[in-house]
């Protein structure tokens, strides 16, 4: 017999849902198979278990059916549906307690006749899985295939797409878990976590760059070697160059699959100057500034 799915969540029976759900993400992250390699039987047996509680108390619906008990902790109809005996009107009526299926349910409820032959009362579709995965800055931004060990011990390949954004949810189709009464299997829910990159950022399907360059390259222009998404490009800075002025990689940003579009690298410049400032140039800034200084849009 199952566990009361509330004492293996760790949780009172009056918990909110959020109280529920944190619970069990809590536990899923600590029970997970692949963080438990020296104790990976006995995880995964336990990791089931969370798992199948959540099913019950994790659904609003069959939270209230489990507390009303009309589900036990399997999730198993436990309330024998009866037909009390009713004589006036109905010759030959039902017997006082005479027991009905799902079948005259059905009847009752669409008239008899209307039923499909085919149609089954039992036809549950199977439970939405929820998954969390983590991935790259670029392998979000290029794609990827990653395998992943799901909820339920299960392992399944998957095709991150180009450009899918942080917090993004991908739906598999039929991934999830199989129905209890041999319908159709639910869907796998892959929730994307897109891990921080040290130099990109994103803004839309725009990729940010910082780019860091120094005096004299600011001063007399150059050619430099900058990193993309795709690979390395180099990026004429002409002379006179400020910090903050933003050169346009066209086409080098995220191409997203649902709207066909493709972003743009947009590079900033920032001036860095050398950690320390020896007498030559210290003597030839101050010759410089005696004969041309200037206001750089300072006000006052």
Not at 49 to 59: L, M, Q
Not at 106 to 130: I, K, M, T
Not at 223 to 246: A, M, N
Request: proline letters at 4%; zero cysteines; hydrophobic letters at 30%.
């Amino acid at each position: 017999m199952a566990e009361d799915p509330y004492k293996v969540l760790g949780v009172q029976r009056d918990a909110s849902d959020d109280d529920i759900r944190r619970a069990y993400r809590k536990l899923a992250k600590e029970l997970h198979p692949d963080l438990n390699p020296n104790n990976r039987a006995s995880a995964e047996e336990r990791f089931k278990k969370v798992s199948a509680a959540y099913e019950i108390v994790g659904d609003a619906s069959k939270r209230g059916q489990y507390d009303r008990g009309e589900i036990d902790a399997n999730g198993e109809q436990r309330r024998t549906y009866q037909r009390a005996h009713s004589g006036a009107g109905r010759g030959g009526g039902a017997r006082a307690g005479e027991e009905f299926g799902f079948s005259d349910i059905f009847s009752d409820l669409f008239g008899a006749g209307r039923r499909s032959e085919n149609a089954s009362p039992f036809g549950v579709r199977g439970r939405d899985v929820r998954y969390t995965l983590e991935v790259d800055f670029l392998e979000a931004a290029t794609g990827a295939k990653k395998r992943v060990t799901m909820p339920d011990s299960g392992v399944l390949d998957i095709t991150v797409p180009e450009g899918v954004a942080d917090g993004q949810t991908l739906r598999l189709k039929g991934q999830g878990s199989p129905s209890p009464r041999g319908s159709e299997a639910g869907d796998a829910l892959v929730e994307i976590k897109v891990r921080a990159h040290a130099s990109f950022k994103r803004s839309g399907d725009d990729i940010l760059l910082e780019l860091p360059i120094t005096i004299d390259e600011a001063v007399l222009g150059a050619k430099i070697e900058v990193q993309t998404i795709s690979g390395r490009v180099h990026v004429t800075i002409p002379k006179g160059t400020s910090t903050g002025r933003v050169f346009r990689l066209k086409g080098k940003g995220v191409h997203n699959t649902t709207t066909g579009n493709t972003g743009d690298q947009l590079v900033s410049v920032r001036i860095v100057l050398p950690e320390t400032i020896d007498s030559e140039l210290s003597y030839f800034m101050q010759e410089w500034r005696q004969k041309h200084s200037y206001n750089p849009g300072r006000s006052g």
